[in-house]
């Protein structure tokens, strides 16, 4: 059967596109127990259109229905980039390290899976890496395979099937990484409430936000010298917020005398806290509070072009205003603020001292909040075309047999973090609102997602009940649930890992929100959420350079 709508083909795909986007979302928004498809709905809705337009007889232009998935894929990970790179590097510090070595292990432990499969099964190649990506619920790997298939040769038909190996895996996956969470909660007989106690217990002895401390003024060997030479009192990750002397609270700059007696507030590690408490004298209960005086404390944006990138000692903002700036905030990590630390564009800063000096800081700094939700368009199309470039430079790695590229995947992401983590440049500055990102994200994981289901939903029932649809399920269980268990198991046994924060590193080792809002709701400790933000940067980067690999290799070695 074979319909002609007076429609132009670009019409006809456009078409296609939206009611696939739109009937997608919704699907993704129906839950059973918390649990749904998410944004998954789209290629299960894709695939439903294509299947429909297949039967009707109609056709959509290839080159049109390419250029809309990688586009949708480059505005995908370059947003990724940019939410997670101020973070990225900050992740594998501390606990962070140890979340990030057990989801390197997992991500490993999929690869070796997928292989093994490879060896023992009669797998084309396009429909293995599209069933291990959808085992791992990773889009961006999904495109960065399809792309890498293209770059060997592989017909676009072949490469289609990569997107039917996806969907058939992708449900599992899902249903996989919960599956792991409660095997590994009923074999170690984990109690929810006990593990969030003992979160509890930690947190409040580690470091989150940054610690403050009251002393007292005890070492007389101190007294009559200015605060500028305590040993370690400035430029060495403790910050003096408030000083009281006698009755008075004063802005503790470098040349304010210090005498025994006097009360200082100091912000910073805890472990420099200690050490500065034993230079000083001791700690206090009394806290040390502007309420009442001539001083008050004000938190401010860092939103004017001229100080992006400057140091406070450079803007003269710790010693010439009169104030004093305690810690700067930066994508929700606090930092001790040091005569050499720089501002970046979105930084908060908070600031004590008098009225009118913060308000001459205020000035120096911008303090513009509605400038935080502009979106920054000469960064945003400059960073991609960055991103593009960066992922079609050939890279020789030893081993494989051609020269390995990031691509449109890897390439915009890889650029989106370095760019994100630099802040600003020239005329320049990656910042992104939080509601502009999400937009933008989300608007490219559709297209990206409907693309690939119409594609594959010409064939896709008919692989799914008569050919070989129910073996490709079978191997991405495999792939799904062998690495979360065993790498689950050994974390808890040998690393020790709260339950509540190892269910976030499996939730993020597969880069999936759906299992993330789960494990979220087994407590309200944000424990998950807080291992699931520190792997999920390079477990994206990994899951995009994976399926490039093991199709270069696998080519190779089919080839040979």
Request: with cysteine.
């Amino acid at each position: 059967m074979t319909v002609s709508l007076p429609l132009s083909d670009i019409a006809v795909t456009t078409l296609a596109l939206t009611l696939a986007g739109a009937f997608g979302l919704l699907l993704g928004k129906l839950q059973i127990r918390k649990i749904g498809l998410g944004i998954g709905g789209v290629l299960f809705s894709g695939i439903l259109v294509g299947h429909i337009a297949a039967r009707l007889g109609i056709e959509f232009d290839g080159e049109v229905m390419h250029f809309v998935r990688e586009l949708g894929l480059i505005l995908f990970v370059y947003t990724i980039g940019i939410q997670v790179g101020p973070s990225f590097f900050a992740s594998f510090a501390k606990s962070g390290l140890r979340f990030n070595i057990a989801a390197i292990g997992i991500v490993l432990g999929g690869v070796a899976v997928t292989l093994g499969i490879y060896a023992v099964a009669d797998l084309p190649l396009p429909v293995l890496v599209g069933v291990m990506s959808g085992a791992v619920t990773n889009t961006p790997g999904l495109g960065a395979a399809q792309q890498v298939l293209g770059d060997a040769g592989y017909p676009g038909s072949e490469v289609a099937i990569s997107g039917m190996g996806y969907a058939m895996a992708y449900p599992f996956g899902i249903l996989g990484i919960l599956a792991s969470m409660f095997l590994i909660r009923f074999l170690f007989g984990i109690v929810v409430e006990r593990e969030e106690a003992a979160y509890e217990a930690e947190t409040r002895s580690g470091e989150g936000a940054l610690p403050v401390m009251d002393v007292m003024v005890t070492n007389t060997n101190l007294d009559g010298i200015t605060l500028g030479e305590v040993p370690d009192l400035f430029d060495q990750g403790v910050v003096a917020s408030r000083m009281k002397t006698g009755e008075e609270l004063v802005v503790p700059s470098r040349d304010v005398v210090l005498h025994v007696g006097d009360c200082l507030h100091l912000v910073g590690p805890k472990e420099k806290l200690h050490a500065m408490k034993l230079i000083l004298g001791k700690e206090i209960d009394a806290p040390i509070s502007t309420k009442g005086t001539k001083l008050t404390w004000q938190r401010l944006v860092v939103t004017k072009e001229k100080v992006l990138g400057k140091s406070l000692r450079e803007l003269a903002i710790l010693e010439g205003h009169g104030v004093t700036v305690s810690r700067i905030n930066r994508a929700g990590v606090e930092l001790p603020a040091q005569a050499g630390s720089t501002l970046a564009f979105g930084d908060i800063v908070t600031v004590v001292g008098a009225k009118e000096d913060i308000a001459t800081v205020a000035g120096q700094l911008g303090n513009e909040n509605a400038r935080l939700q502009e979106v920054q368009f000469p960064a945003l199309f400059f960073g991609i075309a960055l991103g593009v470039l960066l992922g079609s430079i050939p890279l020789a790695v030893p081993g494989l047999p051609a020269p390995l590229k990031l691509g449109l995947a890897g390439g915009p992401l890889m650029a989106a973090i370095i760019l994100g983590r630099i802040g600003h440049w020239g005329p320049f500055t990656w910042y992104m609102p939080p509601t502009a990102n999400h937009a933008l994200r989300e608007f490219g994981i559709v297209l990206f997602l409907a693309v690939v289901g119409i594609v594959a939903g010409d064939r896709f029932f008919e692989t799914l009940l008569d050919g070989d649809g129910l073996s490709w399920m079978g191997y991405g269980i495999l792939i799904t649930l062998l690495p979360l268990v065993v790498v689950g198991a050994l974390a808890r046994v040998f690393g020790r890992f709260n339950y509540l924060s190892l269910c976030g590193v499996l939730a993020g080792s597969m880069t999936d929100p759906p299992a993330l809002a789960f494990a979220v709701s087994m407590s309200k400790t944000g424990a998950a959420s807080m291992a699931y933000v520190s792997v999920y940067p390079l477990v994206m980067f990994l899951r995009i350079l994976a399926p490039q690999v093991l199709v270069l290799l696998l080519a190779a070695g089919a080839a040979g």
